[in-house]
């Protein structure tokens, strides 16, 4: 059986300031929240990043579990309610084991349902910074019933509700087809890259420290940070699609093993490893090889696909702790993050 973890990355981005980043709410997404937190703390852990990006969900006991560990006294996390159902809180219920320290969480247009629970819950309550980009928009209680023929059907009972009363789920009120490609249009009506600060339609709520939050469909962070659009680069998307540059990594680090020997931490690989105009010329002659053509890319896009060669080859040699290490280090929300939680 290969483990596959929901906690991607756990470790000290900076002093006193932990990072954890959850990629699922699955059964053993809270126990390993648990020791990730109980690590960090024992390294002296005063704040925390907790990173909820491209996170599309899972079970929601997990979240709310997790939610109970930031939140204080018997606050509500979430409740349900649908018209033929009635409703239902979901509360803390025990003291939790970071109920003071500064918390950020950093989201995007692919963090869903369960990661929005724990999302809406932190921002309603004031206990947290919301950073990044406004989030899916899933909030839909389905219940399961089996057929005789060993099918089954799924119907929808109820909608999730944030403590606030702000609804989880985007509306579908414009037809199906349109609901589907709401994601889409964030990128095409430029929402991802400027912002939708001014777009608002949904009802506003107030937060009990005063702040102004939003319903209608998803979370809106309080800081919104644009999508980077380099990601969107012919060369790189070939790059990726092809796993050209997944293969050009795993070829040099079997290669060079004994150069990269030297560097114990990601840290040191992210301050000392410098790919050079050699490193640069062997990966266009790689890509060559796939009809990707990298000869005639600006030199921005060079500088972008030479900066993820130290995050790939971290990932090649400490997994994907070390690839957010590295990764880290010049992720725009990040960086904003850090210097949010630092005041």
Not at 143 to 152: D, R, V, Y
Not at 237 to 252: A, E, R, W
């Amino acid at each position: 059986m290969i483990p596959l973890p929901s906690v991607d990355a756990a470790y000290m981005i900076a002093p006193h300031t932990g990072f954890i980043r959850i990629n699922k709410f699955a059964a053993t997404t809270y126990f390993e929240f648990m020791d990730a937190i109980t690590k960090l703390q024992k390294q002296g852990m005063q704040k925390l990043i907790l990173d909820l990006r491209d996170n599309g969900g899972g079970l929601v006991d997990q979240a709310t579990d997790i939610a109970d560990e930031f939140l204080d006294d018997n606050k509500m996390i979430v409740y349900t309610q649908g018209t033929k159902s009635g409703r239902m809180d979901y509360t803390c219920k025990k003291e939790g084991v970071f109920e003071k320290g500064k918390l950020v969480v950093l989201v995007n247009e692919s963090t869903a349902s369960a990661s929005e629970i724990l999302t809406g819950a932190l921002q309603d309550w004031d206990r947290a910074t919301i950073i990044g980009r406004r989030t899916f928009g899933k909030g839909l209680v389905q219940n399961q019933f089996n057929l005789s023929n060993g099918g089954a059907l799924r119907l929808t009972i109820a909608r999730y509700y944030t403590p606030l009363g702000r609804n989880i789920q985007k509306p579908y009120d414009k037809g199906r087809e349109q609901y589907e490609d709401e994601l889409i249009n964030r990128f095409h009506d430029g929402e991802v890259i400027h912002g939708d600060t001014t777009k608002h339609s949904g009802p506003i709520f107030k937060t009990p420290g005063g702040h102004i939050v939003y319903g209608g469909g998803g979370i809106t962070p309080d800081v919104f940070v644009p999508f980077d659009t380099t990601m969107q680069s012919r060369a790189i998307t070939q790059l990726y699609i092809k796993g050209t540059l997944s293969d050009y990594v795993y070829n040099y680090y079997m290669q060079h093993k004994t150069t990269l020997q030297p560097f114990k931490t990601p840290a040191e690989l992210y301050a000392m490893y410098k790919p050079g105009e050699a490193d640069w010329q062997d990966l266009v002659a790689f890509a060559h090889k796939d009809s990707v053509n990298l000869s005639t890319v600006p030199l921005n896009i060079k500088a972008d696909i030479m900066r993820r060669l130290p995050i790939l080859l971290a990932r090649q040699i400490w997994r994907n702790e070390g690839y957010f290490e590295v990764s880290n280090e010049n992720d725009a929300v990040v960086k904003k993050a850090l210097e949010l939680i630092k005041d």
